[in-house]
């Protein structure tokens, strides 16, 4: 009897035990689950995120109100600060005409709402102005 008796007290720690196990392996999955569905989530809103600031720029850009006697190939480092307004930090060009004319229509100018920005962060956005057709 001492022997069944000892058998039956074991098996109740082990169903415990298992019983406990699972509930953890439960626990790490769900964890697990949600930590992938979340970053995923981020992954997605990161991505579209830079297309959508160079589209705003674009918009903002315009075509110049200046004569382009050629294609002008360059690129603006720019900021997002915590206002959603760009913050031009470089122009990646010689002439001064470009330059300043980036920056005017840029500098202080509002993304729109739909752009997730979380703090200050950083794009380089590649810009090609068109030469013009009348000179």
């Known amino acids: 009897m001492n ?7 074991q098996r109740n720690v082990n169903i415990f035990d298992v019983s406990k196990t699972l509930k953890m392996l439960m626990l790490i999955a769900t964890i697990a ?27 903002l ?4 109100y200046f004569q382009l006697k050629e294609d002008i190939n360059t690129k603006v480092v720019i ?10 930090l470089s122009v990646d060009t010689k002439d001064k ?24 962060e950083h794009y380089t956005i590649p810009i090609k102005m068109l030469k013009s057709e009348r000179l």
């Open 3 to 9: 022997f069944l008796k000892k058998n039956h007290k």
């Open 33 to 59: 689950f949600s930590s992938t569905i979340s970053a995923s989530t981020n992954l997605s809103e990161k991505v579209d995120e830079p297309n959508l600031i160079s589209e705003a720029v674009s918009k």
């Open 61 to 64: 850009l315009g075509r110049p």
């Open 79 to 88: 900021a997002i600060n915590k206002d959603k307004e760009i913050v031009v």
């Open 97 to 120: 005409k470009v330059e300043s004319y980036i920056k005017s229509r840029l500098n202080y100018k509002k993304i729109p709402n739909d752009i997730i920005v979380d703090g200050v």
